[in-house]
C-alpha cells in the first residue's frame, strides 16, 4: 500500500509534463503559422466595410492587459492558488464586450456601410459594382410551390 | 523546474509572443489598422468619439497596469468605479456618434 502513493504521483507528474509538451507545441504551431501566414490576422480589426473598428482595437488590448496581469499576478501569489476576478474587472471587460457588440450592430445593420467581403484574396478592395436584377438567375421553384 | 512553473512561464510566454506579434504586425500593416481614428464613409476626417475612446483605453490600461506592477499580495487590483463611469461614458459616445453616422448616411440615401 505503501508503493500507490508514488506511483500516482509519478503518473500525474507524468501527466503534467505531457501536457506542458502539448501546450508548448501548441504555442509554437500557432505562433509559426501566424508568421508564416496560414493563420492571417489582416482583418483583427477590421469592421464589416473594412475599415479598422476602434472598438475592437480597444477589447483587444484590455483581453491582453487583463490576462497578462492574471498570469503575472500568479507569479507572485504564494500560496498557489489562483487570484480571484474583481467584480470592477468584469464590469470594465463587460462595457468593453458591449461597446464591441454595439458597434458591430450598428455596422451590420447598414447594408450601404457594408463594403466588400474579402473572398480569399486578403484584400480589403473599394465598392463593388450593384448587380442588376436581370444578371441574377431566378431561383428555381421548391417542387409543390404555388404560384 | 516544477510542472505548474513549466506551464506558468508557457502562457507567459505565449501572450508576449502573441502581443508581439499583433503590434509588429500593426506596425508593418500587415494588420490593416487604415481608418482606426476615421469617421465611417468619411475619408481622412479624425473622428473625436474615436480619438477619445483611444485616450480613455490608453489611460485605463496604463492605471491598471501601474496597479499591478505595484501589487505585492497577489491580488488582482480593483477598478475605481469612476474608472468605469468613465469609460462607460466614453464607450457610449463612440457608440451614439456610430449610430448618428449610420443613421445620416441612410437618410442621405
Given at each position: 500500500?505503501?508503493?500507490?502513493?508514488?506511483?500516482?504521483s509519478?503518473?500525474?507528474?507524468?501527466?503534467?509534463y505531457?501536457?506542458?509538451?502539448f501546450?508548448?507545441?501548441?504555442?509554437a504551431?500557432?505562433?509559426?503559422?501566424?508568421?508564416?501566414?496560414?493563420?492571417?490576422?489582416?482583418?483583427?480589426?477590421?469592421?464589416?466595410?473594412?475599415?479598422?473598428?476602434?472598438?475592437?482595437?480597444?477589447?483587444?488590448?484590455?483581453?491582453?492587459?487583463?490576462?497578462?496581469?492574471?498570469?503575472?499576478?500568479?507569479?507572485?501569489?504564494?500560496?498557489?492558488?489562483?487570484?480571484d476576478?474583481?467584480?470592477?474587472?468584469?464590469?470594465?471587460?463587460?462595457?468593453?464586450?458591449?461597446?464591441?457588440?454595439?458597434?458591430?450592430?450598428?455596422?451590420?445593420?447598414?447594408?450601404?456601410?457594408?463594403?466588400?467581403?474579402?473572398?480569399?484574396?486578403?484584400?480589403?478592395?473599394?465598392?463593388?459594382?450593384?448587380v442588376?436584377?436581370?444578371?441574377?438567375?431566378?431561383?428555381?421553384?421548391?417542387?409543390?410551390?404555388?404560384? | 523546474m516544477?510542472?505548474?512553473?513549466?506551464?506558468?512561464?508557457?502562457?507567459?510566454?505565449?501572450?508576449?509572443?502573441?502581443?508581439?506579434?499583433?503590434?509588429?504586425?500593426?506596425?508593418?500593416?500587415?494588420?490593416?489598422?487604415?481608418?482606426?481614428?476615421?469617421?465611417?464613409?468619411?475619408?481622412?476626417?479624425?473622428?473625436?468619439?474615436r480619438v477619445?475612446?483611444?485616450?480613455?483605453?490608453?489611460?485605463?490600461?496604463?492605471?491598471?497596469?501601474?496597479?499591478?506592477?505595484?501589487?505585492?499580495?497577489?491580488?488582482m487590483?480593483?477598478?475605481?468605479?469612476?474608472?468605469?463611469?468613465?469609460?462607460?461614458?466614453?464607450?457610449?459616445?463612440?457608440?451614439?456618434?456610430?449610430?448618428?453616422?449610420?443613421?445620416?448616411?441612410?437618410k442621405?440615401?
Open positions: 500500500m505503501g508503493v500507490t502513493p508514488t506511483v500516482s509519478y503518473v500525474m507528474s507524468l501527466c503534467g505531457i501536457f506542458c509538451i501546450f508548448g507545441a501548441l504555442a504551431t500557432i505562433l509559426i503559422w501566424i508568421w508564416r501566414g496560414k493563420i492571417t490576422l489582416d482583418a483583427l480589426i477590421n469592421e464589416a466595410n473594412g475599415q479598422a473598428s476602434m472598438s475592437r482595437f480597444q477589447l483587444l488590448i484590455f483581453t491582453f492587459v487583463i490576462a497578462v496581469s492574471f498570469f503575472e499576478l500568479v507569479e507572485k501569489r504564494t500560496d498557489g492558488i489562483l487570484p476576478i474583481p467584480q470592477g474587472v468584469l464590469t470594465l471587460l463587460g462595457i468593453s464586450a458591449s461597446t464591441y457588440a454595439v458597434g458591430k450592430g450598428i455596422s451590420y445593420s447598414q447594408p450601404s456601410l457594408l463594403g466588400p467581403q474579402p473572398t480569399g484574396g486578403g484584400g480589403t478592395g473599394g465598392p463593388q459594382p450593384p442588376p436584377p436581370s444578371a441574377v438567375p431566378p431561383a428555381p421553384a421548391a417542387p409543390g410551390a404555388v404560384d | 516544477t510542472v505548474t512553473r513549466l506551464l506558468h512561464l508557457e502562457v507567459l510566454a505565449l501572450l508576449y509572443a502573441l502581443a508581439a506579434t499583433i503590434f509588429f504586425q500593426i506596425l508593418t500593416r500587415r494588420i490593416q489598422s487604415a481608418g482606426l481614428l476615421s469617421q465611417s464613409g468619411a475619408a481622412g476626417e479624425v473622428s473625436p468619439g477619445q475612446l483611444l485616450l480613455a483605453t490608453i489611460a485605463m490600461s496604463a492605471t491598471y497596469l501601474t496597479q499591478v506592477a505595484n501589487a505585492t499580495n497577489g491580488k487590483p480593483d477598478v475605481n468605479v469612476n474608472w468605469l463611469y468613465l469609460f462607460g461614458g466614453s464607450g457610449s459616445i463612440y457608440a451614439l456618434e456610430k449610430a448618428w453616422v449610420a443613421w445620416n448616411q441612410r442621405n440615401r
